[in-house]
T-cell receptor
């Protein structure tokens, strides 16, 4: 059974204090690992897709990295507007197409205090 | 370009009532999905569709039904609502399946009492 575990469940940082969120996974043949951001009362918004170990992607203050067992979302010098819940999801290799083989983690609730 | 639109935003149902959650997308995406999100839990797939006229069960389909008569619309039907169906429901779409990112609506918060 595919599993995705995100840690910590919640994280409170001061503005400018860099940190990392973790996503550990077990999946039958990874096709892709996704990061989404979810604001309160909104649907998840796509951030990154990573496909293979060693891959890195960046967007503003966020950088996502991938190994064979986990992914990290590094947040550099965060601002209050980075406060959100960050979701990780893995796409299994057995899925016939589409997101039917997608498993989501429970998310990390990030709060950036001014 | 509205993306994925869900209605209503909020709804309270009594046990045993029925309702339809509406989802429409204007991006001409073939793939559409319904998820539920419970507090402290990951998103769970209820049903999905790979194109008009084709639907399939996800991980948690019991108590729900779907139809896909057009590319744009993918309604979710709840028959005989139960308290266990209290949740936030998200509709999503993507153009080609595989590893393409999902586009989510802003959800319907449903309470069954």
């Amino acid at each position: 059974e595919d599993q995705v575990t995100q840690s910590p469940e919640a994280l409170r940082l001061q503005e400018g204090e860099s940190s990392s969120l973790n996503c550990s996974y077990t999946v039958s043949g990874l096709r892709g690992l996704f990061w989404y951001r979810q604001d309160p009362g909104k649907g998840p918004e796509f951030l990154f897709t990573l496909y293979s170990a060693g891959e890195e992607k960046e967007k503003e203050r966020l950088k996502a990295t991938l190994t064979k067992k986990e992914s990290f979302l590094h947040i550099t010098a965060p601002k209050p507007e980075d406060s959100a819940t960050y979701l990780c999801a893995v796409q299994a290799g057995y899925s016939g197409g589409g997101a039917d083989g997608l498993t989501f983690g429970k998310g990390t609730h990030l709060i950036i205090q001014p | 370009n509205a993306g994925v639109t869900q209605t209503p935003k909020f709804r309270i149902l009594k046990i045993g009532q029925s309702m339809t959650l509406q989802c429409a997308q204007d991006m001409n995406h073939n793939y559409m999905y319904w998820y539920r999100q419970d507090p402290g839990m990951g998103l769970k797939l209820i049903y999905y569709s790979v194109g008009a006229g084709i639907t399939d069960k996800g991980e948690v389909p019991n108590g729900y039904n779907v139809s896909r008569s057009t590319t744009e619309d993918f309604p979710l039907r709840l028959e005989l609502a139960a308290p266990s169906q209290t949740s936030v429901y998200f509709c999503a779409s993507d153009p080609v399946g595989g590893n393409s990112p999902l586009h989510f609506g802003n959800g319907t918060r449903l309470t069954v009492t």
